[in-house]
């Protein structure tokens, strides 16, 4: 018999993370999903152009920028050739028993793991906001946000975004809310929500600030003193923006926030490793492409990804809807599991 038919490929390209082997075998990336390609001729330097994306399919690829390489495929594809396997086949095989070792003549050419980036010099400013927000909570309020939670989070605001800028009218400023990004009591963003904007009305607070999961710590425990909904603390919701993370953490749900439904980062994976299931709660409008590529990415860690389809967005479904939290997971208990 031949010995592939005891090999699910599909299964292996599904649940085997290409993006953890990437890391794994090649270090953090340099910039966004990108790596400096190893598969190079040695003769060449290697340039930062070997690509992590999510094909259409919804199953993860890679493949090299450069005219010199071009090498690219999917999770077997890179075991095949950092392995230096002869086959796919053969790739398959060791990708479902061990990751293959470091290679000496490669070994050079992985960069080294970088420290994440904090921002702790700007905790003075969000304090600052934090006490300029008295009197400004009314926009919070209005979505359902608590003055509690206002603290807890350290809401702001702030009389004049630095980072609006009009070149048409240099002169003009703009106000916006703050929210800081705090991880392991390290500061990692600031947000602003410039007001009276609709287009382009998120703003990091600098230049280098980069897309964060908002608030990853609840995805690890709920708040003692309320309700927990979710059968056990093995569950969890992703959700979109940080006002519908804040909405249902103080309702007492284990949740974490995407930067924008289009925003997620394989980066992301490790907060969710310890779940058994996610159920991933974005706007009615979301594509069905962002929903697969959230959900496939789950999957190859061995989370169990539920879409769940809303009919409207999920705090809006409580505070302009007047909805229950029997009517919400009534919901979830008819996502679509994958």
Known sequence: MDSSQHLDFDHIRNHYSLYEYMVESLGEPVSKNTWRCIFHNEHHRPGRDLKYFVGEDGIPRFQCQSAKCGEKGDVIDFVR???????????????????????????????????????????????????????????????????????HFQLGYCSRCPSYYDKNNPQDTRESLTTPYFYKNDLVDIKHRLLGEEKDKYRHHKKGMRNKLFYPQGLFSPQNEIPFYLSN???????????????????????????????????????????????????????????????????????????VNLPTKPDDMFVLFGGTVDEFQYYLSFGRVL
């Not at 702790?120 to 934090?130: G, M």
């Not at 940080?242 to 949740?255: A, L, V």
């Not at 997620?264 to 594509?287: A, G, M, Q």
């Open 81 to 151: 050739l950092y392995g230096k396997f002869p086959d796919n086949l053969t790739a398959a095989r060791h990708l479902t028993g061990k990751m293959p070792q470091v290679q000496e003549s490669w070994a050079k050419q992985i960069p080294p793991k970088k420290s994440p980036k904090n921002y702790n010099d700007l905790i003075p400013v969000v304090k600052q906001y934090h006490t300029a927000m008295n009197g400004e909570s009314k926009y919070w309020n209005e979505q359902g946000i608590t003055d509690s939670t206002i603290k």
């Open 233 to 307: 603390d093995k569950e969890a919701l992703i959700l979109e923006g940080e006002t519908k993370t804040m909405f249902f953490w103080q309702m007492g749900w284990s949740c974490t926030g995407l930067p924008g439904a289009n925003k997620w980062s394989e980066t992301w994976l490790r907060f969710f490793k310890h779940l058994d299931k996610v159920y991933i709660c974005l706007d009615p409008n979301v594509e069905e492409k962002t929903l697969l590529r959230i959900a496939y990415s789950l999957k190859s860690v061995n989370v169990l990804p539920v879409i």
